[in-house]
């Protein structure tokens, strides 16, 4: 059974930085692919992150592009998304999902963590 498990969310200001983690356990595809999403209220959920293994194909959008890096820690099995310069409109809950393949439709994706919180204030 596939868990994923998000940490790391809390209050920034504007200008800083911060790292979500995604602990994984159950996953025993060679192939996968790891995203981080976010929803914020009155939003649809959107991915900010998407990366493949063990292909090495990234995706980001242009909102996060240059702020945002997504990354693996294999010995200890855990997803990173370290967002840099955090901007108000950066506040949402934000979710890790794994796949069976590369992809940025959510609503394809077919594990999913519960979410963490990251408010970013002016």
């Known amino acids: 059974q596939v868990q994923l498990v998000e940490s790391g969310g809390g209050l920034v200001q504007a200008g800083g930085s911060l790292t979500l983690s995604c602990a994984a356990s159950g996953l025993t595809s060679r192939n996968y692919a790891m995203g981080w999403f976010r929803q914020a209220p009155g939003k649809e959920r959107e991915a900010v992150a998407v990366k493949s293994w063990p292909g090495g194909f990234t995706y980001y959008p242009d909102a996060v592009k240059g702020r945002f890096t997504i990354s693996r820690d294999g010995a200890k099995n855990t997803v990173y998304l370290q967002m840099n310069s955090l901007k108000p409109e950066d506040t949402a809950v934000y979710y890790c999902?794994?796949?069976?393949?590369?992809?940025?439709?959510?609503?394809?994706?077919?594990?999913w963590g519960q979410g963490t919180q990251v408010t970013v204030s002016s």
């Open positions: 999902a794994a796949s069976d393949r590369f992809q940025v439709v959510s609503s394809l994706y077919n594990y």
